[in-house]
T-cell receptor
């Protein structure tokens, strides 16, 4: 079984400040982890993923995420938030091991609001 | 066209109508998905088609009927829907053989059932 938790329904941050959107996961093995963003009236758009190797993953639009195996977390970060980053963010997980389903499990989503 | 396209983008239907949603992917992927996204609810996986299998969420009512004639096209047939079926319906595709591949989503169809 696999699950994802995004503990915050909403994150508020001032423009120019660093932002963090939290994600923790639970899988019975090693995970592949993903972040997606959804702008209003649009589909989800892939941001970045962790497969293996360096725990710090860099993605689109200046976002990055850090894989922490001991804390089973994959938090999304950006050093300086923009108003245009305001959107809904989803974390997702898949199991690595053979036989693992290619179907991901998504978190509930976190609404990021960046104030001017 | 590139990516994943969905038509129509908006649909308003009565409870007795029959309509279909269409999804097309131009990415050469071999798995396609239907998701339902309702306000203040988690993303709900409805159906998956891949070369190997079809996966259904058993909680999806029979008034939703998927069809996947080939690896590039996916349909969702709708009949006698209820107002609670009003939602954003998202189509996605991926390369299923490797679980590290991300999904690509279409823009969605905003469905309103009167």
């Amino acid at each position: 079984a696999q699950s994802v938790a995004q503990p915050e329904d909403q994150v508020n941050v001032a423009e120019g400040n660093p932002l963090t959107v939290k994600c923790t996961y639970s899988v019975s093995g090693n995970p592949y982890l993903f972040w997606y963003v959804q702008y209003p009236n649009r589909g989800l758009q892939f941001l970045l993923k962790y497969i293996t190797g360096d725990n710090l993953v860099k993605g689109s639009y200046g976002f990055e995420a850090e894989f922490n195996k001991s804390q089973t977390s994959f938090h999304l970060k950006k050093p300086s938030a923009l108003v245009s980053d305001s959107a809904l963010y989803f974390c997702a997980v898949r199991l690595v091991e053979s036989g693992g389903s290619y179907i991901p499990t998504f978190g509930r989503g976190t609404s990021l609001i960046v104030h001017p | 066209e590139t990516g994943v396209t969905q038509t129509p983008r908006h649909l308003v239907m009565g409870m007795t109508n029959k309509k279909s949603l269409k999804c097309e992917q131009h990415l050469g992927h071999n798995a396609m998905y239907w998701y339902k996204q309702s306000a203040k609810k988690p993303l709900e996986l409805m159906f998956v088609y891949s070369l190997e299998e079809r996966v259904e969420n058993n909680s999806v009512p029979s008034r939703f009927s998927p069809e996947c004639p080939n690896s590039s096209h996916l349909f969702l047939h709708l009949h006698t829907l209820q107002p609670e079926d009003s939602a954003l319906y998202l189509c996605a595709s991926s390369q299923a053989r490797a679980t590290y591949n991300e999904q690509f989503f279409g823009p969605g169809t905003r469905l309103t059932v009167l």
